[in-house]
Nanobody
């Protein structure tokens, strides 16, 4: 049974930092592209970042480029999202996801497995 467990969310002031972690079990982590998505109240779930299993190539949503960094540790079956210079508009539930798709990693439909989410709240 595949499980993705996010941690590291919380309440932070604008300009602060948080690091999210996602520990994966029950899948061959090193052969999955890993992504982070977020969903604010009343909004669609949106792509934040992903990291491919080949070469660890990374992709980011435009509004987080230069502030967020995604990384992975295949030995620990864990993917991370370092979030710096946080803004109130970053407030959302953040979800970790795993994909075996060969493309379209910005789409939530490319992902096979999802975590339960972790709340990130940025106060102004």
């Amino acid at each position: 049974q595949v499980q993705l467990a996010e941690s590291g969310g919380g309440l932070v002031q604008a300009g602060g930092s948080l690091r999210l972690s996602c520990a994966a079990t029950g899948l061959t982590f090193s052969t999955h592209t890993m992504g982070w998505f977020r969903q604010a109240p009343g909004k669609e779930r949106e792509f934040v970042a992903c990291i491919r299993w080949i070469g660890s190539t990374t992709y980011y949503e435009d509004s987080v480029k230069g502030r967020f960094t995604i990384s992975r540790d295949n030995a620990k079956n864990t993917v991370y999202l370092q979030m710096n210079s946080l803004k109130p508009e970053d407030t959302a539930v953040y979800y970790c996801a795993a994909s075996r798709a060969g493309s379209s990693w910005r789409s939530r439909y490319a992902y096979d497995y999802w975590g339960q989410g972790t709340q990130v709240t940025v106060s102004s």
